[in-house]
């Protein structure tokens, strides 16, 4: 027989209704939607402006649910990883190596990172919609390692791009590990 004090019944009761109010905010949450979603998603990142004005970019991010949100991140870092190879292969394509050298050389190495990291960022979806978001995160890394190291080169027909994939990537790497949709 369990013996209760007089404070003990109540004490449970309050118990169950904390965690009864705990549970209906975390089910609010997770079907929250629309900007606030996106803003509540992005305050947790490094980057919130970037964060926030890519999502916004896709009409879709108003509509998600937090999962959905960051299978978008994830098709978006792989857009904007696309994009910054294409411009890259644009430019060095029409780079002489006889003009200059060291020039093309660091444009070479970008466009070897990035077309790289276009290889592996294309396999996140896949291992995200697996559940697999540790490893979609380290898939995503590779871009923002290539625009990292390519910012280190210091091209500066690519620096504007670089900021933006390497702190996007970054945040995307964020919210998909350690911080997986619940």
Request: hydrophobic share 40%; charged share 20%; net charge neutral.
């Amino acid at each position: 027989m369990v013996t209760q004090g007089p404070i003990s019944l109540p004490l449970i009761v309050l118990s169950i209704l904390i965690l009864f109010l705990l549970m209906n905010s975390c089910v609010a949450t997770s079907e929250e939607k629309g900007a606030a979603l996106i803003r509540k998603t992005c305050n947790h990142t490094m980057y919130e402006k970037i964060c926030i004005s890519m999502f916004e970019s896709d009409p879709r991010s108003f509509k998600a649910n937090y999962t959905g949100l960051l299978r978008i991140g994830i098709e978006l870092s792989v857009s904007l990883t696309n994009d910054t190879l294409s411009y890259i292969s644009k430019v060095f394509d029409n780079t002489s190596e006889a003009s200059n050298h060291t020039l093309w050389l660091k444009m070479k190495d970008c466009h070897d990172n990035y077309d790289f990291a276009v290889f592996e960022i294309s396999q996140a979806l896949d291992l995200f919609d697996k559940g697999f978001y540790g490893d979609a995160s380290r898939k995503v890394s590779y871009a923002s390692d290539a625009a990292f190291l390519c910012r280190t080169n210091g091209v500066p027909q690519f620096t504007e791009r670089n900021k933006k994939v390497d702190k996007f990537t970054s945040d995307i790497m964020l919210l998909l590990y350690p911080n997986p949709p619940k």
